[in-house]
């Protein structure tokens, strides 16, 4: 009995005894009728197809594959890190993964929104967007890129053996600070509490503080409460309360949000109710 690999024509045994210089091949037989080759700790090489031969004449022969599989991972130097991006601008986020079989890259977002494709605008048409819960290739190009596209991106790279692996990227999306105000007038009765609010919109995510029109900054403390609320990556709410509202109290209150890209203020003028009796 002979053992060869066809594509090489590398001879592996004969009989008992192991040709090859491979420590990995061994053979084995039962009552010299059914004869096995054994290769353990199997390598990407030993795939491919092997034959027995028979000795007789004429010779007899049987074919068989071995294939072997292995499972994805990922291609560190071909495969994108965190990026930043100013908004309106474009990125491309690439995963490569080896294996085998080849494995496949699908795309989603860590939040479970939408990824949104574009498609460029031409002359005669307006560009198109598209949302898909995930997206196929190992290149997601993402265009005039906005700010609530910003977030971690997943992508899992799969061939059918297990395990499938997945790498996270965060896309930071850099924009200049916006400040809304739901109410720029806001009127209250004498010794009540007073809130007053502004929703902030910034990437790097900005400083933020109250200043009254005397210049003080305003702080915690016995008469106020400064709050600020983490609302995603890049909006915040900015709450002042003002405890038992006083005449001295009456007049404006900026809130400031400022980062590397620059400053943004808002105005909100507090005035008293006076009932007459």
């Known amino acids: 009995i002979g053992w060869v690999k066809a594509d090489t024509k590398a001879i592996q045994a004969i009989n008992d005894h192991v040709v090859i210089h491979n420590p990995r091949v061994s053979v084995s037989h039962v009552d ?4 096995n080759l054994h290769v353990k700790n199997v390598h990407e090489e030993d795939r491919g ?11 007899k ?14 291609i560190n130097e071909d495969t994108s890190g965190d990026v930043m ?12 993964a080896r294996g085998y079989p080849e494995p496949h890259v699908l795309w989603r977002r860590e939040d479970n929104a939408d990824i949104v494709i574009k498609e460029p605008s031409g002359v005669k048409t307006r560009g198109q967007f598209y949302g898909f819960s995930s997206y196929q ?4 190009k993402l265009t005039k890129i906005m700010r609530s596209e910003m977030g971690s991106y997943l992508c899992i ?17 850099h924009f200049y600070p916006v400040i809304q105000v739901p109410n720029q007038l806001v009127g209250a009765p004498l010794g009540t509490q007073v809130t007053i609010e502004c929703f902030v919109e910034a990437s790097p995510k900005s400083i933020n503080y109250w200043v009254r029109d005397t210049g003080e900054m305003v702080i915690s403390s016995d ?13 915040m709410h900015m709450i002042l309360v003002i405890k038992k509202f006083q005449a001295r109290d009456v007049g404006s209150y900026r809130c400031i949000a400022k980062n590397s890209l ?3 203020e808002s105005n909100i003028r507090l005035y008293g109710e006076f009932f007459v009796h």
């Not at 197809?49 to 010779?59: F, V």
């Not at 991006?85 to 490569?96: A, D, I, M, S, Y």
Request: charged content about 20%; hydrophobic content about 40%; proline content about 8%.
């Open 32 to 35: 010299h009728t059914m004869w």
């Open 49 to 59: 197809m092997y034959m027995c031969q028979i000795n007789t004449d004429p010779m």
């Open 61 to 74: 022969s049987q074919l068989g594959y071995m294939d072997v599989v292995v499972p994805p991972d990922f």
């Open 85 to 96: 991006v100013p908004e309106g601008g474009t990125v491309k986020l690439t995963c490569r």
């Open 137 to 140: 290739g190992e290149i997601l």
């Open 157 to 173: 790279a799969s061939n059918g053996v297990p395990p499938s692996v997945s790498k996270r990227i965060m896309v930071s999306v």
């Open 223 to 235: 008469k106020y409460e400064v709050k600020l609320i983490t609302r995603s990556f890049f909006e």
């Open 262 to 264: 620059g400053e943004v």
